[in-house]
Antibody, heavy 120, light 107 residues
């Protein structure tokens, strides 16, 4: 079955960096595009970034552009989110989500999320 | 950015009720509209895509309709498992944007 498992969250000081991972299984990883979506405590959902199936195209929300980078490693079936210059308002649960083959921008499977807390 | 506005923000209902949630986009999104259900501490779950297509495995009491800028999610007969928060999302343009959510709770 399709599984996405995020890891790498934790408590980090403002200005520092963190790298999240999303390990995928149960499907052909290299055939799909992936996204990151975050949810601040008690708040709604905010799209963060996506990466195309071949890793050649990435898009970012303005709120993270220039600070966050998403990549994939097909040999490890893993998506990464490198987060630099973290700010307090980056505090959130970060989900990775898969796009189905028939629709870019739609999210058919999600991981359970990993919590990032930015605090001094 | 395309703004997605859901109403109501909170909806109190009973088991068996017909529930209607609306979502309005700030510009046309060509039916590239999805609905998700989220329960506390869980990831969102895809219910409806392309405005009205039911995701595989989702009960038929869920339905979606609409076009252009105005969309509706209907739960025909609310079940105990349906008490949750519902989000609409447009995937016609970048950045992908979500509505603020509609919490369905017990009356």
């Amino acid at each position: 079955q399709v599984q996405l498992v995020e890891s790498g969250g934790g408590v980090v000081q403002p200005g520092r960096s963190l790298r999240l991972s999303c390990a995928a299984s149960g499907f052909t990883f290299s055939s799909y595009s992936f996204n990151w979506v975050r949810q601040s405590p008690g708040k709604g959902l905010e799209w963060v970034a996506d990466i195309s199936l071949d890793g050649s195209q990435t898009y970012y929300a303005d709120s993270v552009k220039g600070r966050f980078t998403t990549t994939t490693d097909n040999s490890k079936n893993t998506v990464f989110l490198q987060m630099n210059s973290l700010r307090a308002d980056d505090t959130a649960v970060y989900f990775c989500a898969r796009e189905p083959l028939h629709a870019r921008g739609l999210f058919d499977y999600w991981g359970q999320g990993t919590l990032v807390t930015v605090s001094s | 950015d395309i703004q997605m506005t859901q109403s109501p923000s909170t909806l109190s209902a009973s088991v068996g009720d017909r529930v209607t949630i609306t979502c309005r986009a700030s510009q046309s999104i060509n039916n590239w509209l999805a609905w998700y259900q989220q329960k506390p501490g869980r990831a969102p779950k895809l219910l409806i895509y392309k405005g009205s297509s039911l995701e595989s495995g989702v009960p038929s009491r869920f339905s979606g309709s609409g076009s252009g800028t105005d969309f509706t999610l209907i739960i025909s007969s609310l079940q105990p498992d349906d008490f949750a928060t519902y989000y609409c999302q447009q995937y016609d343009h970048y950045p992908r944007t979500f509505g603020q959510g509609t919490k369905v709770d017990f009356k």
